[in-house]
């Protein structure tokens, strides 16, 4: 079983907003909504 290729990134810019950065290779997202 091989591992999974993915990475999500949370990082503020210089203007102070959030930012959400999510790489994959062959990956399902899921993202619950509030």
Same mark, same amino acid.
């Given at each position: 079983m *091989?591992p999974?290729? @993915?990475?999500? #990134? #949370?990082? +503020? =810019?210089?203007?102070?907003? =959030?930012? #959400?950065?999510?790489?994959?290779? *062959? *990956? =399902?997202?899921?993202? @619950? +909504? +509030?």
């Open positions: *091989e999974n290729k @993915s990475n999500i #990134i #949370i990082y +503020q =810019t210089e203007d102070g907003q =959030t930012r #959400i950065e999510v790489r994959m290779e *062959e *990956e =399902t997202v899921w993202l @619950s +909504q +509030q």
